[in-house]
């Protein structure tokens, strides 16, 4: 079974551009999540879907990004326009969630820089 | 607010000695606790999870933690370091009652093994 994948694995930015994150869960999984770690600080969570649906999206930073799951099956983080603070790694989960201390699987991560 | 505590952010052990590696948590009440690990180029993975029952968990590659509520601890042990376990390790928690599925982490345990 694969697992939960994300691209790109880098990404390199100027200031002012936009740039979409993709996140392809575990087949079956209906809930998928984004994580951000930026340098020296701790995982943040960021958002929550349940299928297509924002469960929570308690944790995005302002209105610069953008996500969406459209069918309920991939999810992208666009975030437009990059400043320099959005430099971090992005990580994406998934998880079944048949009860509420089911695994989160997670990706290798997107590592993003701006410059 | 819930929050993670991952006493040392670097750790180093001989192959062979003891790995300790300690969490604590704030809330009152007991939520579900997770170790995760990030090898070197790889995403997170599960190391074992708390979520009722048994206080000691036993959890992959060698790995074990014990709950204890009256300290708020879930510390991660490993009685013999392998050079295999060089890694980034991270404790989380999930909140047992609520809407809200997220994740909340600490800042994560550097842990080197020296020969």
């Known amino acids: 079974e694969a697992g939960v994948t994300q691209f790109p694995s880098h990404s390199v930015i100027e200031k002012g551009q936009t740039v979409t994150l993709r996140c392809d869960p575990i087949?079956?999984?209906?809930?998928l999540y984004w994580y951000r770690r930026v340098m020296g600080k701790e995982i943040k969570f960021l958002l929550h879907f349940v299928k297509e649906s924002k469960q929570d999206e308690s944790g995005m930073p302002n209105n610069r990004f953008l996500a969406e799951r459209t069918g309920g099956t991939y999810s992208t983080l666009k975030v437009q326009p990059a400043e320099l603070e959005d430099s971090g790694v992005y990580f994406c989960?998934?998880?079944?969630?048949?009860?509420?201390?089911?695994?989160?699987?997670f990706g290798p991560g997107t590592r993003l820089t701006v410059l | 607010a819930q929050s993670v505590t991952q006493l040392g952010s670097h750790v180093s052990v001989s192959e062979g000695a003891l790995v300790l590696l300690r969490c604590n948590y704030s809330s009152s009440v007991p939520p579900y606790l997770f170790w995760y690990v990030q090898y070197p180029n790889q995403g997170l993975q599960l190391l074992l999870k708390?979520?009722?029952?048994a206080t000691l968990v036993k959890g992959i590659n060698g790995f074990e933690a014990e709950f204890k509520k009256s300290e708020t601890s879930f510390h991660l042990t490993k009685p013999s370091a392998h050079m295999s376990d060089a890694a980034e390790y991270f404790c989380?928690?999930?909140?047992?009652?609520?809407?809200?599925?997220?994740?909340?982490w600490g800042l994560g345990t550097s842990l080197a093994v020296n020969p």
């Open positions: 708390y979520t009722s029952a």
């Open positions: 087949s079956g999984h209906d809930n």
């Open positions: 989380a928690v999930s909140d047992r009652a609520g809407n809200n599925r997220k994740l909340i």
């Open positions: 989960a998934s998880s079944q969630e048949r009860t509420r201390a089911d695994t989160q699987y």
